[in-house]
């Protein structure tokens, strides 16, 4: 199985001027992006984004609504990054896609591969081979450098086709 660790804001939805009831519309560009990944890996897609608290039900309905390429298999589980007033985790993302990883990955969906797209970097050392940071970038469709751009949807498909 092949999946993509979706965060939204920064990758999708970037400078949006338009909403309906889910939200702020995503950039047209950067959704054909990701239906490229998904059309070209069959990745399936995993919310991590901080959009995951509406819950899975919703993100699907929003999928479904909008048309968006792919399946929406789960989202991330939460963990808090603040325990009786202390800083727990500080790679709070990435202990959520690991956590995912750990609970969810069966014998049956192996071989397993992913990507992450995601435009902060709070991701652990073993995951960084996967990781595509879609912020800070100098790429022609990259908008105010954040953004699901072609070159990052390139490596993504090289990496879950590896």
Not at 119 to 135: A, G, I
Request: glycine letters at 6%.
């Amino acid at each position: 199985m092949k999946v993509i660790f979706l965060d939204i804001d920064g990758i999708l939805n970037v400078m949006a001027t338009n909403r309906d009831q889910y939200g702020d519309i995503f950039r047209t560009e950067f959704v054909s992006n990701l239906a490229r990944i998904v059309r070209e890996t069959g990745a399936k897609i995993v919310i991590s984004s901080a959009w995951r608290m509406s819950g899975l039900e919703v993100m699907r309905e929003m999928w479904l609504k909008r048309g968006l390429a792919g399946e929406v298999i789960d989202v991330t589980p939460v963990i808090p990054p603040i325990e009786e007033g202390k800083c727990v985790f500080k790679k709070v993302r990435g202990m959520e896609i690991m956590k995912w990883v750990l609970d969810e990955v069966t014998p049956a969906m192996k071989p397993f591969s992913y990507v992450i797209l995601d435009d902060d970097t709070d991701m652990l050392d073993s995951q960084l081979p996967y990781f595509l940071q879609c912020s800070e970038l100098k790429d022609e469709d990259a908008v105010h450098g954040y953004g699901l751009t072609k070159r990052i949807t390139e490596r993504a498909i090289e990496i879950l086709n590896s």
